[in-house]
């Protein structure tokens, strides 16, 4: 099991904003979306950096009222750990547990081609897990 | 493994916040300590609701940021789903995938035991490997037995 079947299962509607917008706008679309972060895209479709809920959260103080009006290029992390479409799920799993974040951008080519979380890695290592149980399940049996 | 292990792993400590305190004070609680979401008590010290850092984002979406001077409980999640220490984390992770939900208070009795998070469950199973050892597999060997196979 791998990326590009998750990316499958999922649907590759990555959610994105430009690198020229503005934090409140990221922030509607965070909440619109229900989503924990947002892949932010150069002008050329590279993904140049990731603005999670952590970030933004972690900045309301420093900004104090000037938050909202700031770029989501001043507040992203710039230059996120990126994964492929051939990566396998238990390498991304255990990547962003022992890294400590929630989302990677796939990317291909330069190009970004989806969005994986942990939420999406972890529902899918349960769904092939029960699987491979019903398999075994189904050979006991015969 | 149980929730009991995780909380003996990742210590005692819980951070709390009354339901009172403005949501700015919220905010540097979770800064700080790099929390993803903080219990909220009520002034008999039980657990009243959450305050994830979803709350917050969606909160500033709908308020701006005069919500900062608010108080935790305007945009806490209340009353939120809890577990107990014998808690299955296998069972727990579907809980919390099935409902999108990040963290679970530990509670028993109305006393609050710590907080765990989809980070501390999903890295307890990769540490002990339990994804490749299934409770559903087990089950079927158990059934398997019972359904008339061979003492062997």
């Not at chain 2, 980070?119 to 037995?145: E, H, N, Q, T, W």
Request: glycine share 8%.
């Amino acid at each position: 099991m791998n990326v590009a079947k998750i990316l499958e299962t999922k649907g590759n509607n990555t959610v994105t904003i430009a690198i020229t917008a503005l934090v409140s706008d990221a922030i509607e679309l965070l909440n619109d979306k229900n989503i924990g972060a947002v892949v932010v895209v150069d002008d050329k479709g590279r993904a140049a950096g990731i603005l999670s809920e952590r970030d933004i959260v972690r900045r309301l103080r420093s900004f104090a009222g000037q938050l909202m009006s700031q770029s989501v290029s001043t507040i992203m992390t710039r230059d996120p750990v990126t994964c492929h479409r051939e990566d396998t799920v238990d390498e991304v799993m255990e990547m962003m547990t022992s890294r400590h974040f929630r989302h990677m951008p796939v990317v291909e080519d330069g190009q970004l081609v989806g969005v994986i979380s942990i939420g999406d890695v972890v529902k899918t290592k349960i769904a092939v897990t029960e699987h491979e149980a019903a398999a075994l399940r189904e050979y006991i049996a015969s | 493994m149980s929730i009991a292990n995780i909380l003996g792993t990742k210590g005692q400590e819980v951070v709390t916040i009354p339901a009172s305190a403005p949501v700015a004070e919220a905010v540097e609680l979770l800064a700080n300590r790099n929390y993803g979401a903080i219990v909220v008590l009520d002034t008999e010290d039980t657990v009243a609701g959450i305050l994830s850092e979803r709350d917050i984002v969606q909160s500033l979406a709908k308020r701006g940021g005069d919500m900062l001077c608010e108080p935790v409980s305007a945009i806490m999640t209340a009353d939120p789903l809890t577990c107990t220490r014998d808690g299955s984390v296998i069972d727990l992770v579907q809980m919390m995938m099935g409902w999108n939900i990040r963290h679970l208070p530990v509670v028993e009795n109305h006393t609050l035991f710590g907080l765990v998070s989809m980070g501390d469950l999903v890295k307890s199973i990769i540490d002990r490997g339990d994804f490749d050892a299934p409770i559903p597999v087990r089950a079927a060997m158990c059934d398997a037995d019972s359904a008339g196979g061979t003492s062997q």
